[in-house]
């Protein structure tokens, strides 16, 4: 019998040493705050198995590509441990960071995804915008977006 899993806000802080791990490990951990991650409307969620923190998840008010909207999200710095992918680790995160996002007047969500991560972000209603681009140090990645409808994530 695998441990519970719980989903928590975090302070963006208690997610670097993941961002990292998990996602930038060419870069020290205090050098991976985003812009928006001080935003007080941000909100960071971990996942953890007992207590073993073992993904996150960050969800923000911004609007892509110099935009104005003030009711698009983007989901930032979402990862879970390998070992662990594909065990509904991914999709309890998401859907907490897109339940944040509605709470707070959010109609539509972003991100810039990972290649390998597509199949994930499809399998919940995200759609691909335009051709893949490089982001410099981080690898190739997909626009993605998707409309936040009535909580199904």
Sequence with gaps: MSPPLHVRPLTVHACLELRHQLLRPQQPPETLIFPGDLDPRSAHFGAFLDAVHVGIATIMPQ???????PSAWRLRAMAVQGALRSQGIGASL??????????????????????????FYARHGFAIQGPSYEIAGVGPHHFMYRLLGDGSS
Excluded: K
């Excluded at 609007?63 to 909207?69: N, Y």
């Excluded at 998401?94 to 972003?110: E, K, M, P």
């Design 94 to 119: 998401l859907a907490a960071a897109l339940d944040h996002a509605r709470h707070h007047s959010g109609t539509w969500v972003w991100c810039d995804a990972r290649i390998a991560a597509v199949p």
């Design 63 to 69: 609007a892509p590509h110099e935009r104005v909207d």
